[in-house]
Structures are given as C-alpha cells and as structure tokens.
C-alpha cells in the first residue's frame, strides 16, 4: 500500500520569500503524485500533478514540484511566496490501474507574514 | 456552474440523529468519492462509486451509507450521530476509477454534533 509523509505540519515565511514543502512518498512501482492546495473553508484543488516524463513540474499559481525517485520526494516550491498563498497544502499518491484510492498526506499549514 | 457542490455547507445536530449530505457534479465524471476531514486536517478516504456501483469501503462504521442515484450524484446518510462524527465531509469525483486521475473536490460540509 502506498503512503505518503509531510514532515513539516506548520511553516511560516515572510511575503516574497521562498518556500519549499516537503513530500516523501512510499510505493512499489512509479507513483502517481499530486500537490493540492485548500485555502481557508474550501474544498481542494489541485496544483500540479507528476505521472512521468520530465521531474521538473509547473502548476498553478506560479508553483512547481520536483520528482526525485532516488530519494523518494516530491517536493513543493515557489520563488516568490504572495500573502494569498497561506493555505494548508495536500501532498498525494495514487497508484494506476482498477479500483485505486489516492492516499493523502497530514497537510501542511503555510502562513505568510508580512 | 459549480463543478462539485454539496448541500448543505453546515450541519448542526444532536446525538443519535439521523442527517444526510447530498452531493452533485456536473463534470461528466464516472467515480465520485466521500472524505472525512478530521480536527487536524487529515483527509481519510469513506467510500467511492462508479457508475453508481460502491468500488471503495474503507473501514466506516455501518451507520454511515453511501447512496448513488445515477452517476452525478452520491449522497451520505448516518444514522444515529456521535461526537467522533464531527468532521468535515467532502466530496469528490473523478474520470476514473485509478489513482491517476485527478480528484475534483466540493466545497465541504462541516458537521458538529452536540
């Protein structure tokens, strides 16, 4: 069965800062990956998503994630973090063929500062 | 033209009462899926659909029972509420049965039982 970590529950940066959320994933076979982002009384939406192909991934909202299988990772990042960005961030694995749920990370919180 | 909506947003209700949650997409989608958002943001996955056919059933206690009338809507009724049962539920759906398929998600519903 696949899972997936977020070491970091909370993380608070300053407005034009960089960010950086980490994902750790676990899964037999190439893993379906996916970043999504709930802001305060909504629902999910998706940032970006990995399948194959090149490691480097551009999203939504000026965000990309970057596939390491060597280090199992599926990290989050933005150059360049805006006030509207502070949400709770949704790392998740799925696997490919059938009847396959998708396993959701604990979250991680983002606040911004000003 | 919401994509996936839920009614009703809150819910506040007594122990050992029966309520429902209704949900609705207009995407096309063939799976559609209930989550259960705890107190701590974890999003555990209840039970998923397709084509009206019930494909996932995690570990839920039997007072929860999912309903799909047609493939554009699936419905979660509980019986007999208890504390543990608030939570925020969300629905979701997807083209797709696997893990590779992007997850659609509606706006919440927040249940609190007293």
């Known amino acids: 069965a696949q899972s997936v970590t977020q070491p970091d529950i909370h993380i608070t940066v300053s407005e034009g800062a960089s960010l950086e959320l980490r994902c750790n994933y676990s899964?037999?076979?190439?893993?379906?990956l996916f970043w999504y982002v709930q802001s305060p009384g909504q629902g999910l939406q998706l940032l970006l998503k990995y399948f194959s192909g090149d490691t480097l991934v551009q999203g939504i909202k000026g965000f990309e994630a970057e596939f390491k299988r060597s280090q199992s990772s599926f990290n989050l990042r933005k150059p360049s973090v805006h006030w509207s960005d502070a949400a709770e961030y949704f790392c998740a694995v799925g696997a490919a063929g059938g009847y396959q749920k998708v396993t959701f990370g604990i979250g991680t919180k983002l606040q911004v500062i000003p | 033209d919401t994509a996936v909506s839920q009614t009703p947003k809150y819910l506040v209700t007594q122990m050992g009462n029966d309520k429902s949650i209704k949900c609705e997409q207009n995407l096309g989608h063939d799976t559609m899926y209930w989550y259960k958002q705890d107190s701590k943001k974890f999003l555990k996955i209840m039970f998923s659909y397709n084509n009206k056919e019930l494909i996932i059933n995690e570990t839920v206690p039997n007072r929860f029972s999912p309903k799909s009338p047609d493939k554009a809507h699936l419905n979660l009724h509980i019986n007999s509420l208890e504390l543990g049962d608030s939570a925020v539920y969300f629905c979701?759906?997807?083209?797709?049965?696997?893990?590779?398929?992007?997850?659609?998600f509606g706006p919440g519903t927040r249940l609190t039982v007293l």
């Open positions: 899964y037999g076979a190439t893993p379906y």
């Open positions: 979701a759906s997807s083209q797709g049965t696997s893990g590779e398929h992007e997850q659609f």
